[in-house]
């Protein structure tokens, strides 16, 4: 392979894994409250059932 493809499929690579990488980050910053809401009852009650983790994730951002 040519150094310069190899050099722009690398790039590109990159490209998109960053991407993914901020958009990963963003989600979580946005439902940060929400993440440590259910990290503290997780903690105070050690397990959580489906309907406790539903109401707690009532107001998660998905996209």
């Given at each position: 392979?040519?150094?310069s ?35 503290r ?5 050690e ?17």
């Open positions: 392979m040519v150094e493809t190899q050099a722009r499929i690398d790039q590109a690579i990159r490209d998109i894994v960053m991407g993914v990488f901020e958009h990963a980050y963003r989600i979580l910053d946005i439902n940060r409250a929400v993440l440590e809401r259910c990290a009852e997780l903690l105070a009650r397990t959580l059932d489906e309907s406790d983790i539903r109401q707690l994730t009532q107001g998660l951002v998905r996209n």
